[in-house]
């Protein structure tokens, strides 16, 4: 938590509507092992990290919902009884999250909020999620719908569908809102059961360095990726009609019944399939402790992510490419959706400061821009300041 946010959230509140509001926060999350695997009713593996979304907020007695984010300076105006996308991006993930708890019957008055927070937005870490999540769990508890976390979480995340146009799986959601200190989650995005599994990383820590660009590709490729998949699953369920997801899919059928006639879709599905495998070995690395075989996988992620589901990038590539070799990282990988964001690494504790200034010279050097590095502490999920 970064009380100097909370302090400032809460003045600029008092400072606009003139009353004391509540203030909730959600965090961003890395992912460990796992991508795009979530919405193919896969496996991940998150963890929230120290770095939140708060939202300070009241209930009105009319319908009108005021809302400030300070990040962008930037008021934004609505209705509670005409919920509807708007122009104005992040008013669009709260607003998205109200359209949704109406849709399941809840009844809410006006409201008003400041939004402020650091985690950075367009880096991967899923700003837009702890958005949305902050948001829901902060409206449960003021007008006490009495909705358990659980299933807060798929509402979150059909906001961001609808009102945001992408198609996410559940896993930035999920992470935000059950993410526990010192662990990461192992989710079931099928059944949605999870298990917490320590993360100890003696003498490492996670270094999070972000290419600080973010392609507008993103959406529409992530959307795109997603069609492709379940495209694969359709071909493979004229052969085996019990097959529901590429969760049941196994390299041999692929192989079999897809690449001949859909090549493109073979790569992607193929991708998907082997790092499903790849995060349940790496939970037996992870209970051993070992961090070297760990980092190995961390790195064969980056290389299906690259070559077979191309949703990397040119500066994701040399951010990873840069660090391969260097003995005191044990792994690197982009992170999350794709095309921009952050790379993900493991990195011996003392070995980093030395890390981040050669890293980010050569970076500038070769992209003509700036890396911005953050150590990500994993940290607990959504929750009240107190
Ligand atoms: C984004 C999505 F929001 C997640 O659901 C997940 O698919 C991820 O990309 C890729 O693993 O963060």
Excluded at 264 to 272: D, I, S, W
Excluded at 329 to 345: L, P
């Amino acid at each position: 938590m970064n009380q100097l946010i909370i302090n400032k959230t809460k003045a600029s509140f008092i400072e606009k509507f003139q009353e004391q509001p509540v203030i909730f926060r959600s965090p961003g999350r890395v992912n460990i092992l796992g991508e795009h695997t979530d919405y193919n009713e896969g496996f991940v593996l998150p963890a929230a990290i120290d770095k939140n979304i708060y939202i300070a907020i009241s209930k009105r007695k009319d319908n009108s919902i005021n809302l400030y984010a300070t990040d962008f300076d930037e008021n934004f105006k609505g209705d509670i009884t005409n919920v509807k996308k708007s122009n104005t991006q992040w008013a669009n993930y709260i607003l998205g999250v109200v359209d949704q708890l109406q849709k399941k019957g809840h009844v809410l008055t006006g409201f008003n909020a400041v939004v402020d927070g650091d985690v950075p937005i367009g880096a991967g870490l899923s700003s837009s999620a702890a958005l949305e999540c902050v948001t829901i769990f902060a409206l449960n508890e003021l007008f006490e719908l009495g909705l358990n976390r659980l299933s807060l979480v798929p509402l979150a995340q059909k906001a961001e569908h609808v009102f945001a146009g992408v198609h996410c799986g559940i896993m930035d959601q999920f992470a935000s809102m059950f993410g526990k200190q010192d662990h990461v989650i192992k989710l079931d995005c099928r059944s949605l059961e999870y298990e917490y599994v320590p993360f100890k990383l003696d003498g490492y820590k996670i270094l999070l360095l972000n290419t600080n660009v973010k392609h507008n590709l993103a959406a529409s490729e992530y959307n795109t990726r997603r069609l492709q998949c379940e495209k694969g699953v359709s071909i493979i369920r004229q052969h085996h009609p019990d097959v529901k997801s590429l969760r049941d899919v196994t390299l041999d059928m692929l192989k079999q019944f897809v690449e001949p006639i859909e090549p493109l879709v073979y790569q992607r599905c193929k991708y998907v399939v082997q790092e499903n495998r790849r995060l349940l070995e790496a939970c037996e690395d992870l209970a051993r402790g070992d961090i070297k075989s760990l980092g190995a996988k961390m790195y064969q992620t980056h290389y299906g992510l690259r070559y077979f589901y191309d949703v990397s990038c040119k500066e994701l590539d040399f951010l990873v490419e840069y660090v391969k070799n260097i003995p005191s990282v044990a792994g690197a990988r982009m992170m999350g959706g794709g095309f921009g964001g952050c790379t993900i690494n493991l990195v011996q504790e003392d070995a980093i400061e030395k890390l981040v200034k050669d890293i980010s010279f050569a970076y500038k050097e070769a992209m003509n821009l700036p890396l911005t590095a953050y150590i990500a502490s994993i940290e607990n999920g959504t929750g009240i300041c107190t």
